[in-house]
């Protein structure tokens, strides 16, 4: 809730009064919250203000021009607030940049997310990182290969076959913001798990996978 990678400045994450802060924002978003719209996923539910303060890229509540009608904040319910301030633990960084896998299915992101948590447990115990966490494969085609594998090796064919990996790399840092794409698709997923299977090469030491990122602008 209070670790250095979901909130990134050294002092919010070890200070008594900002840990109670936090406690107290999640506290009255299922207490305390009056009724409404949420302006993420349209649920009608118990409704928090999102600014500067608990959510990304607002703006504060005296910028009055920041958000439509001149509100103070963002109507979001609880759920899409708790989802935006962890996602940190669902992405990677790899090759100095964030990572983020969108899959077809529960059962692909679970395979994705045990990785990450496990990265982010690891990094949290022992303060190494702040923002999301470095992936344990120094390059972008390793750490998608590696994502590739762990799934293939844990899901049935049937499950393979419904997959498709999408994954997001990019970066708004200095005067070259970019994004990647890089999609595999389920021929492929079936066709990496057929290798590993009766081959056993797929996850064999200094095994690669060639990744053709495409640009978007």
């Not at 406690?23 to 993420?40: K, L, M, V």
């Not at 090759?95 to 990785?115: E, I, M, N, V």
Request: net charge neutral.
């Amino acid at each position: 809730l209070n670790s250095s990678i979901t909130q990134t400045q050294g002092v919010y994450a070890t200070s008594e009064g900002k840990l109670a802060k936090t406690r107290g924002i999640f506290d009255a978003a299922f207490t305390q919250a009056p009724d409404g719209y949420c302006e993420i996923c349209g649920r009608h539910a118990h409704i928090v203000r999102g600014d500067r303060t608990n959510f990304p890229l607002a703006g504060s509540g005296t910028e009055v021009n920041f958000h439509p009608s001149l509100m103070p904040g963002i109507d979001l319910c609880p759920e899409c607030l708790a989802a935006v301030f962890f996602l940190p633990v669902a992405v990677l960084q790899a090759a100095g940049k964030p990572l983020a896998l969108q899959a077809r299915t529960q059962r692909g992101y679970d395979a994705w997310l045990h990785s990450t948590v496990d990265v982010f447990r690891d990094a949290a115990a022992k303060g190494l990182s702040k923002g999301p966490v470095k992936a344990r494969e120094a390059t972008l085609p390793n750490v998608i290969y590696a994502a590739a594998v762990r799934f293939v090796q844990s899901a049935a064919e049937e499950e393979v076959a419904k997959e498709q990996f999408t994954f997001f790399s990019f970066t708004n840092f200095g005067s070259g913001p970019e994004a990647n794409i890089v999609v595999l698709p389920p021929g492929l997923l079936l066709y990496l798990r057929h290798v590993e299977k009766h081959t056993g090469e797929a996850h064999a030491p200094g095994g690669n996978l060639t990744v053709t990122a495409s640009p978007v602008t």
